[in-house]
């Protein structure tokens, strides 16, 4: 089936230390991106990456980097600069340029620190 | 920049009963109008969308019409059940602009038998 995988589903960070979240998709999409949910506030995009060895900020990006090496793969780190990282991390996957595409999520990352 | 705006949640109705979920939104453009739905523990999932005035979007029996002359999106429900407690986000896509989806905070929906 297709769809988009986040791995791991729980991850506990000890404060200082960088961890990296995984996101995979067999959807074949161009499209990726990286939202961060905290209680209250919906969810905020982090970054964002239309193609292949390309990818933009987005509103949050700063204590985050990420990678676009592979289509089907998007990457994020959570660096020790990150003030505050404990959220909920959701990955989203779409075709590009299109006004009425669906964006389909994986089911989530929640991030501690310790 | 583009924004949506989403009443403060949680909304607690009893089984069977009118929900309406207000959204409103500002968008530079033209933009595309999704509402999503989060049950606990896991992602979004889309409910329904619409991707220019006037144009209804339906599913599950949920509703919502894109009013462009007063910017808003609500989502409406006649007859609630108590499977369709979870979270639910308006979004917009606004392919003049940034070309990712924006969303509201979010609101939580609590149905009780």
């Known amino acids: 089936d297709g769809g988009i995988t986040q791995s791991p589903k729980y991850l506990f960070r000890k404060e200082g230390q960088n961890v990296t979240l995984s996101c995979e998709q067999n959807l074949n999409h161009d499209a990726m991106y990286w939202y961060r949910q905290d209680p209250g506030q919906g969810l905020r995009l982090i970054y964002y990456?239309?193609?292949?060895?390309?990818?933009q900020k987005g509103d949050i990006a700063e204590g985050y980097s990420v990678s676009r090496e592979k289509k089907e793969s998007f990457p994020l780190t959570v660096t020790s600069a990150q003030k505050n990282p404990t959220a909920f991390y959701l990955c989203a996957s779409t075709i590009p340029g299109a006004m009425n595409t669906e964006a389909f999520f994986g089911q989530g990352t929640r991030l501690t620190v310790v | 920049g583009n924004s949506v705006t989403q009443m403060e949640g949680p909304v607690t109705l009893s089984e069977e009963a009118f929900l309406t979920i207000n959204c409103t939104y500002t968008?530079?453009?033209?933009?595309?109008l999704f509402w999503y739905v989060q049950y606990p523990g896991e992602g979004l999932q889309l409910l329904l969308k619409a991707t220019k005035a006037d144009d209804k979007g339906s599913n599950k029996g949920f509703e919502a019409t894109y009013r462009k002359e007063t910017t808003s999106f609500h989502l409406e429900k006649g007859s609630v059940q108590v499977s369709d407690s979870a979270v639910y986000f308006c979004a917009l896509w606004d392919l003049t602009g940034r070309r990712a989806l924006t969303f509201g905070s979010g609101t939580r929906l609590q149905v009780q038998p």
């Open positions: 968008a530079t453009g033209y933009p595309s």
């Open positions: 990456s239309q193609i292949v060895n390309d990818f």
